[in-house]
């Protein structure tokens, strides 16, 4: 007994001079379903799987919660008086991994990084920003931009040419903005950023978690960052793996996957009530904000009666009630109704197919095509449904739709390069601040619809420079009439997306909003 006694005692002093004790079995996975299409925040697009596989390592300013609240992440506090000069105040305790403060000059330096024609961030509205051009892009290797100046260590200032609302600057740059290390990268020519091994495996950081292992096409897995300012995680390994849709259950069920989170990993439709059935996990519905959006090019398909006859000739009440049942809702336009500036008075337009084949009629009489390609996602199977019974609906119309199905990473690339005649893609446009994305679609900064008009332009200004609630939602009606009018955005469907959580797993909340804000403090049982 004594002897067993002792070797206990030596246990335990030596666990206690090893550091932080953790248990090898304290590992958590989440499951995804799209692939990952980089690490690197330079290079980062729209997505929301890029933005967390990667905010995991480099923290963004701030992040919104699960009430849409704007909470503090790497900056305490992000203010403005006027819509036009915005204060970034950093936390005082954010510090790198290596235990050097995250000060201001970082944050200049990503900013100025991220409009760098030899690293922009095409991503970040930096074509707001004083001193940016309307391309977003300055001069290559600028030291300086006029708009941006620290005021201390901790404290920066952004100006913007127009007014931007303090949401839609929070959504934007304190969401979307991954701080970079000024001390690491400082030296490295901008020219090798984008594609610079280092964020591979980066080994100065701010977030929680370390890159240990990474496929882009399979998985990424992390370390623990035990010098986490925030405290040092209680779960030492976290994976991201990335599963077929039609595999999520089987995964869920037997305890591989831990959790999904709703706008990362897409459990489908079909199996919602099996997985609500298991007892080894929690499931969570998420709030209706997934709107699938059906982008169509203007250029590809310049006559507005093709659109129209698009929009009138999807029955899309019999497909959501088909397909979604109760886990879903229908709107017009990119507003769904957890928005504070939705609007009843727009209404659904109703499917007539009567209508939608006159439209076709007189446009093909005056030369107008009639057969286009529509991208869809790999990953979206019941929408990827929906499309098919819709293809047949417009064949009756007189439209030919041929379907071409590619995972989220091509689809990304042909949207871009704006090969598409009709895309679609599920899109969750942050409800308190719709504008960031709305000026991203159709505000002349990319090529997704190629749409804009003088109505829809004024009506985002006026949204960002007006503070009454009801006034926004006003510009916001206008925006959406078009949406309805022209036709270069239809909502196919709002879908409420399931999320999952292991029952072995503590303090975790999967939701569309701030699921990882805690995630140093999730823990297993």
């Known amino acids: 007994m004594k002897k067993l006694i002792a070797v206990l005692l030596a246990c335990v002093l030596l666990a206690s001079l090893s550091g932080p004790a953790f248990a090898e079995d304290k590992a958590v996975t989440i499951g995804v379903t799209s692939t990952i299409a980089t690490l690197n925040p330079l290079a980062m697009d729209a997505t929301e799987i890029v933005k967390y596989t990667t905010s995991l390592v480099f923290l963004p300013l701030m992040e919104a919660d699960s009430d849409l609240q704007f909470v503090p992440q790497l900056a305490e506090s992000i203010t403005t008086e006027d819509n036009l000069l915005f204060t970034i105040r950093l936390r005082e305790d954010a510090k790198w991994s290596d235990g050097t403060p995250v000060t201001a000059e970082d944050v200049e330096f990503t900013l100025i990084l991220s409009a760098d024609p030899q690293c922009a961030n095409i991503s970040l509205a930096m074509y707001s920003v004083v001193g940016v051009s309307d391309d977003g892009v300055i001069e290559e290797n600028a030291a300086s931009i006029e708009g941006i100046k620290v005021v201390d260590e901790k404290t920066l200032t952004v100006e913007t040419k127009y007014p931007t609302a303090l949401n839609t600057f929070k959504n934007n740059f304190g969401r979307y903005l991954l701080t970079l290390p000024k001390h690491v990268l400082g030296d490295v020519p901008r020219a090798e950023l984008l594609s610079y091994a280092w964020f591979n495996k980066p080994d100065v950081i701010s977030g929680p978690y370390f890159i240990s292992d990474f496929d882009l096409q399979h998985y990424v897995h992390y370390t623990a960052n035990e010098n986490y300012f925030l405290g040092a995680p209680k779960i030492k390994y976290l994976n991201i793996n990335v599963v077929a849709p039609a595999k999520m259950l089987a995964g869920i069920m037997n305890g591989e996957i831990d959790l999904v989170q709703q706008t990362m990993g897409a459990i489908p439709v079909e199996d919602y009530e099996a997985v609500k059935a298991l007892t080894n996990v929690r499931s969570v519905p998420g709030t209706p904000v997934t709107n699938e959006l059906i982008f169509v090019n203007v250029e590809k398909i310049p006559d507005v009666r093709i659109r129209q006859a698009l929009l009138y000739g999807m029955d899309r009440v019999t497909m959501q009630q088909m397909l979604l049942g109760d886990s879903g809702e229908l709107v017009d336009g990119f507003l769904v109704s957890a928005s504070p500036y939705f609007s009843e008075e727009l209404g659904v337009t109703a499917y007539d197919p009567g209508k939608a084949a006159e439209l076709v009629k007189e446009a093909k009489a005056d030369g107008a095509a009639t057969e286009f390609t529509w991208y869809v996602s790999a990953e979206e199977s019941v929408w990827g449904n929906a499309v098919q019974y819709f293809a047949a609906m417009f064949e009756e119309i007189g439209l030919k739709i041929n379907i071409r199905t590619v995972d989220l990473a091509n689809l990304m690339e042909v949207v871009s390069n704006g090969e598409h005649d009709i895309l679609s893609v599920e899109y969750t446009l942050m409800p308190?601040?719709?504008?960031?994305?709305?000026?991203?679609?159709?505000?002349?900064?990319?090529?997704?619809?190629?749409?804009?008009?003088?109505?829809?332009?004024?009506?985002?200004?006026?949204?960002?420079?007006?503070?009454?609630?009801?006034?926004?939602?006003?510009?916001?009606?206008?925006?959406?009439?078009?949406?309805?009018?022209?036709?270069?955005?239809?909502?196919?469907?709002?879908?409420?997306?399931?999320?999952?959580v292991s029952n072995r797993l503590i303090n975790a909340n999967p939701d569309v909003f701030g699921t990882f804000i805690n995630v140093h403090e999730w823990d297993v049982r």
């Open 432 to 500: 308190a601040d719709p504008y960031t994305d709305i000026a991203w679609l159709i505000g002349g900064q990319s090529n997704w619809t190629g749409y804009t008009s003088p109505e829809t332009d004024e009506a985002l200004a006026l949204s960002q420079s007006l503070t009454d609630e009801k006034e926004v939602a006003a510009q916001y009606l206008i925006i959406n009439r078009a949406m309805q009018q022209d036709a270069p955005v239809i909502s196919g469907w709002v879908i409420a997306k399931l999320g999952v």
